[in-house]
């Protein structure tokens, strides 16, 4: 996963920008939450070609960048027993660490170069997080042990001044009382920090910048805000609803989030908790969709007259502060529903799932309504799209070890403890104001700006990958990066039309402008910039043209070349194709050939008009089809599953992509290469299929070691032996099923397999965990 979170500073003064935009953290579609749990499976799990840089001293220093974070050892000697099980976490955890700016180094203290920080005494016993020169904390690497141990204390050490540790239920209330009116508080009991569950939230705080964190070890705290009778509870998350109180004498509401703390449960649990409180509704309620139907959740739709209006907010809001997290609530006048419903139930319950009715009922009172959803929960069956959530260990634990033992003490706390804020070097991009925004995009042929809040957590987390691409574009006299901070220039923002931020925006010198919606990482920002340079679709005129668009690569960051070819009447057909390039300029190369021998095109790729050929530059692999659908939402669409591999290998960072069809996924999982067989059998699969209702792919666990951690979640520490083959259902409940161990894998064994599942003559093996 590329670095999509990185540093930010802390949160203040939010009321003024929040009025005008809304950040787009709370905005993120599902495919990135199915991409940072992915990324959470394993938390230990690095690639194992990720080795330690070591440096000298003198190269140490003269690698160091300004408000650059890094995490250094120190080594003066042969390391210790213990200093080497640290340095092996510390190797795994370089990857998850550079994913949020932080590198990662070991500087070997040769007795010439000797520095400061090669003293006998730490060199064995301590590492370093800096900021540039600039010492942020010495931390014990006893209190290293674990991947989640490193990542949770770096993150905590460089957020202390967003996360608050509380200690007493009066430190708990005193930060309630001064956020009442501004903002709400996330507050999390964790069984001690350096935990996975506290490494959950640390990560949390730097996706949710809009919000304020805290945190605590302490059970009596915990017990003093919900009936907790264990003796070593559970970690607990409660959503503090502050900024609705706007009465100073009245207290914070607390809502309670029932899952485990894992991303996904808090993913999705601050999804919930973003989500007006009641809605109103004057559609049917069977075309009714809410984000809590995405969820699996219940929705529930209270039958309002104009006679008893009022008294129906009031029912409604009871209801649906009862069930915040568990169910949406909806205002519905009773004209919106079918007249073949009687007059008599006052509210209906509809359910996920597709082809589920909705039930129209008649509750006398609203604790009916509320004891009806949570009995459902606890009684019926799982709905489409409702996945069961399971803790993903961070670690490949020992036969028998006991994870819950790994609880530090909390003195740990008091070792990260440290105030810090140091301003990122921004001299490579241009700050732009309400005066100079007009003049400097008319002088730039190329414009990329950046839209941002400097008090916004990911706008500070995306400021680190955009400081970055400037410095490798530097020296480009055609391309001008630049900066607004919609805080202090919201008129800017407004009359660009900005209502979301951080955003990204490409302004070109023919007047097109494109908005950047791929992930926060430096080399995909580089791509865009430099694909959006790119005329799309480009216009040739000559069958050579043609030929040389499809063999020669036009960007090193050019994947696949689409060509449009239409006979010169197809005025339509081409307009929503040249619509189309526009759509997808900034992420896929397009071009149009629409001049009189067109047919001969057409003849010599075997396609009728119109068309569309994909080419890879520089390999003969091509392939075309004729088009019949002329919308510009159709052909993006296309366009975009015709560049997806026909059998690719999932990663991290492809798997967004695979996941947005809507198909369920039949994945071999494998520990190393495929066998030439296996990968023989699979290809055909995936180019023979006819119906296309599935995505055949494999899964590298020397690649992604990831999936280690999702074959332990789906089958425990014992599963089967590789390569497994499994049919993943995302979108439609996520059930698992395992193709039989004692057949062959060839195309007309799976096929025969998969018409089985679709018949339900095969049981699932289980749920995924994949997604919620």
């Known amino acids: ?50 080795l330690l840089p070591e440096l000298s001293p003198q190269e140490y220093m003269s690698s160091l960048q300004a408000s ?31 994913d949020y700016g932080i590198s990662v180094l070991k500087v070997k203290c040769d007795r010439e170069e000797a520095i400061g920080y090669c003293r006998e005494d730490s060199a064995s016993g301590s590492a370093y997080l800096f900021r540039g020169h600039v010492l942020l904390r010495e931390l014990p690497t006893d209190a290293l042990f674990s991947v989640d141990a ?52 640390m990560e949390a705080a730097f996706v949710y910048g809009n919000l304020k964190f805290a945190l605590t070890t302490e059970v009596m705290l915990l017990k003093s805000i919900c009936n907790e009778e264990a003796d070593v509870p559970s970690s607990k998350l409660f959503f503090c609803h502050c900024k609705l109180a706007v009465d100073p004498t009245l207290p914070c509401r607390r809502t309670l989030m029932e899952q485990p703390l894992t991303t996904l449960s808090v993913h999705k649990f601050m999804k919930l908790m973003g989500e007006p409180l009641v809605v109103e509704a004057v559609e049917d309620p069977e075309s009714i969709s809410t984000i809590h139907l995405q969820l699996g959740l219940p929705l529930i739709f209270i039958l309002t007259q104009k006679e008893t209006s009022e008294v129906d907010k009031r029912t409604a809001e009871f209801v649906a502060w009862r069930l915040l997290g568990k169910a949406g ?38 604790e009916e309504i509320v004891s009806l959803v949570e009995s459902h929960k606890d009684s019926e069956p799982s709905h489409a799209g409702e996945e069961e959530e399971e ?47 007009a003049p400097a995009l008319a002088m730039a042929s190329y414009a990329v700006v950046l839209f941002y809040a400097s008090w916004e ?26 900066r607004v901070n919609c805080w202090d220039w919201p008129q800017v923002c407004s009359q660009q039309n900005i209502t979301q931020f951080p955003a990204i925006r490409m302004y070109t010198r023919e007047g097109r402008k494109l908005d950047y919606a791929a992930m926060w990482g430096t080399e995909e920002m580089l791509r865009f910039i430099e694909l959006g340079k790119l005329s799309c679709p480009l216009r040739l005129t000559t069958p050579e043209e043609v030929e040389e668009y499809l063999w020669v690569r036009i960007s090193p960051y050019q994947g696949v070349s689409v060509l449009g070819i239409f006979d010169t009447n197809m005025s339509e057909a081409k307009e929503a194709f040249t619509e189309a390039g526009m759509v997808l300029n900034g992420y896929v190369v397009t071009g149009i050939y629409s001049e009189d021998d067109a047919t001969i095109l057409s003849h010599k790729y075997n396609v009728p008009l119109p068309a569309l050929l994909f080419a890879k530059p520089g390999t003969q692999e091509r392939s075309a089809i004729h088009l019949s659908n002329y919308s510009t939402r159709n052909l ?25 069809l809507h198909k369920p996924l039949l994945i071999l999982f494998s520990d190393g290469a495929l066998h030439e067989k296996d990968e023989e059998e699979m290809r055909q699969l995936a180019r023979h299929q006819e119906d296309e209702n599935f995505i055949a792919c494999w899964l590298n666990l020397k690649n992604t070691p990831v999936g280690k951690g999702i074959l332990k979640a789906y089958f425990g520490n014992s599963y089967p032996a590789l390569p497994l083959l499994l049919w993943i259902s995302l979108h439609t409940g996520g059930q698992i099923f395992v193709f039989p161990s004692d057949q062959t894998l060839s195309e007309g064994s799976v096929l025969a397999w998969i018409e089985k599942l679709k018949s339900s003559r095969e049981f699932p093996s289980g749920k995924s965990a994949m997604c919620s």
């Not at 819950?404 to 706390?413: A, L, S, W």
Request: glycine fraction near 2%; aromatic fraction near 8%.
């Open 1 to 50: 996963m590329e670095a999509i979170l990185r540093d930010l500073v802390p949160l203040q003064q939010l009321d003024r920008a929040k009025v005008m935009f809304r950040p787009r953290t709370n905005t993120w579609p599902l495919s990135q939450c199915l991409l940072l749990l992915w990324a959470s499976c394993a938390m230990s799990e690095s690639n194992a070609d990720n």
């Open 636 to 660: 993006v669409d296309v366009i975009h599953a015709m560049i997806l591999e026909p059998f690719p290998e999932i990663t991290i960072g492809n798997l967004p992509q695979y996941f947005q």
């Open 68 to 98: 650059k974070a890094s995490f250094v050892y120190f080594q003066k000697s042969s390391p210790s027993p213990s200093a080497e099980v640290f340095l092996e976490q510390l190797e795994h955890s370089i990857k998850n660490l550079q």
């Open 150 to 201: 490193i990542v949770a204390n770096v993150l905590f050490a460089l957020l202390f001044n967003e996360v608050k540790y509380l200690a007493t239920l009066v430190d708990l209330q005193k930060l309630e009382d001064a956020l009442k009116g501004q903002s709400d508080l996330v507050f999390a009991y964790v069984q001690a920090v350096g935990t996975a569950e506290h490494r959950v939230l």
């Open 329 to 366: 609530v909806v205002l519905l006048p009773r004209s919106s529903i079918s007249r073949d419903v009687t007059s008599q139930p006052n509210m209906a319950l509809k359910q996920a799932g597709e082809g589920v009715p909705v039930r129209y009922l008649v509750l006398k009172d609203p």
């Open 457 to 482: 957590a990911v706008s500070l987390v995306v400021m680190q990958s955009y400081v970055e691409v400037a410095a490798r574009l530097k020296g480009n006299p055609e391309l001008m990066l630049a």
């Open 391 to 437: 803790e993903y260990e961070d670690e490949e634990l020992e036969e028998g070890e006991n994870y819950e033992e790994e609880i530090q003490d909390d003195q740990v706390v008091e070792s990260v403890i440290r105030d810090r804020k140091h301003e990122l070097s921004l001299e490579d991009i241009q700050m732009l104001t309400e005066d100079s925004f």
